[in-house]
């Protein structure tokens, strides 16, 4: 069966660091492309970055770029988020999410809150 | 970056009734497409892709249809299972895009 665990909800200070990890099973870690989304209350998800864990070729969306970093640890099938300095705008729901062109399948999300 | 734009924000339906759901694409897409379900507190589940295709285990009340920048999606008997958001995403080059969305709530 094929899954998509994310970490825990986060609560974190403005200007704080942040990694959350999405741990996969079932499949073939480093033939999918995975990816990380964002999706704010009301909208539509964003797609901010897919990465190819076998060589972690890594694409960023525009609109995230330099933003955030994602990368993978293809030894333990966990691909991963990070903010080096965390804004209060950077407060949403956020997937990772498993590629085959569309998304076939998707992790149950992880809220993160940036609150001072 | 492809805009896509989904019509209308909100669609109010009586069970049973049928539904039909639009969305365009800023620029032709092939069929380059997919059509995704979403419930309050859970991700977004696959419905169709490639255009028209039905994902594993959607019900065959729900038909899609479209290329290039227009595509529909139709849900002909509508049940209760049916009321959620649904969002359309163009693969057909990156950054993948997703409509805003359009609610299905009961009349």
């Known amino acids: 069966e094929v899954q998509l665990v994310q970490s825990g909800a986060e609560v974190k200070k403005p200007g704080e660091s942040l990694r959350i990890a999405c741990k996969t099973s079932?499949?073939?870690?480093?033939?999918?492309?995975i990816g990380w989304l964002r999706q704010m209350p009301g909208k539509g998800p964003e797609w901010m970055g897919i990465?190819?864990?076998?060589?972690?070729?890594?694409r960023y969306s525009p609109s995230f770029q330099g933003q955030v970093t994602i990368s993978a640890d293809k030894s333990i099938n966990t691909a991963y988020l990070q903010w080096s300095s965390l804004q209060a705008s950077d407060t949403a729901l956020y997937y990772c999410?498993?590629?085959?062109?569309?998304?076939?399948?998707w992790g149950q999300g992880t809220l993160v809150t940036v609150s001072a | 970056e492809i805009v896509m734009t989904q019509s209308p924000a909100t669609l109010s339906v009586s069970p049973g009734e049928r539904a039909t759901l639009s969305c365009r694409a800023s620029?032709?897409?092939?069929?380059?497409f997919a059509w995704y379900q979403q419930k309050p507190g859970q991700a977004p589940r696959l419905l169709f892709y490639?255009?028209?295709t039905r994902a594993t285990a959607i019900p065959a009340r729900f038909s899609a249809s479209g290329s290039g920048t227009e595509f529909t999606l139709t849900i002909s008997s509508l049940q209760s299972e049916d009321f959620a958001v649904y969002y359309c995403?163009?693969?057909?080059?990156?950054?993948?895009?997703f409509g805003q969305g359009t609610k299905v709530e009961i009349k």
């Open positions: 079932g499949f073939t870690f480093t033939t999918y492309w």
């Open positions: 999410a498993r590629l085959v062109n569309w998304v076939d399948y």
């Open positions: 490639s255009a028209s």
């Open positions: 995403q163009q693969y057909n080059e990156w950054p993948q895009t």
């Open positions: 990465i190819y864990p076998d060589d972690s070729d890594t």
């Open positions: 620029q032709s897409i092939d069929t380059n």
